[in-house]
């Protein structure tokens, strides 16, 4: 990332949604290859069925015009449950993640955050950890995928 780039939070819409699930799809095929499992849910959804997530509430940052992080979530009884934070493979490690989970956090007015992870992933469980997230439990979604759902009060 160039110290020069022009790094901008934005608003998330339908309208959006190629770009998303394009950036989606790139950022899940390195876990699909961690997990050995390309019908991974992040990976076999429609552009129909994403469209109507970003109906809700949704954040990118775009780097000079580019987007190159997503997240998205919902709000039930003051818990926000965040979803499918997902960054450009090529950026990955640069503090994007870290700055769409604060936005989401602060932009929810929740009290309570949760999410979840797969089990290999291990720089997913990393960045939670940091940013206060507890391990509540854990789902088998399939025989080699473990989910890891997290709350952080």
Same mark, same amino acid.
């Given at each position: 990332? %160039? ?32 997990? %050995?499992?390309? !019908? ?23 780097? /000079? ?13 003051? #818990? ?5 934070? #997902? ?14 989970? !604060?936005?989401?956090?602060?932009? %929810?007015?929740? /009290?309570? @955050?949760?999410? @979840?992870?797969?089990?290999? %992933? ?26 890891? !759902?997290? !709350?952080?009060?």
């Amino acid at each position: 990332m %160039s110290e020069h780039a022009i790094r901008e939070l934005c608003p998330i819409t339908p309208r959006d949604a190629g770009e998303v699930l394009t950036l989606q799809r790139a950022a899940y095929a390195t876990e699909a290859q961690l997990y %050995s499992d390309p !019908h991974l849910p992040a990976l076999t959804q429609t552009l129909a069925e994403l469209s109507a997530e970003l109906e809700g509430p949704a954040l990118g940052i775009r780097l /000079d015009g580019r987007l190159v992080g997503a997240v998205r979530w919902t709000v039930h009884e003051g #818990v926000a449950h965040i979803g499918r934070l #997902v960054v450009a493979p090529d950026l990955q490690g640069t503090g994007i993640g870290t700055a769409l989970l !604060h936005a989401a956090e602060a932009t %929810s007015g929740a /009290d309570e @955050f949760t999410l @979840f992870t797969g089990h290999l %992933s291990a720089a997913n469980l990393r960045l939670y950890g940091r940013e206060g997230y507890r391990r509540v439990r854990e789902e088998e979604l399939r025989p080699g995928v473990v989910l890891i !759902h997290l !709350h952080k009060p």
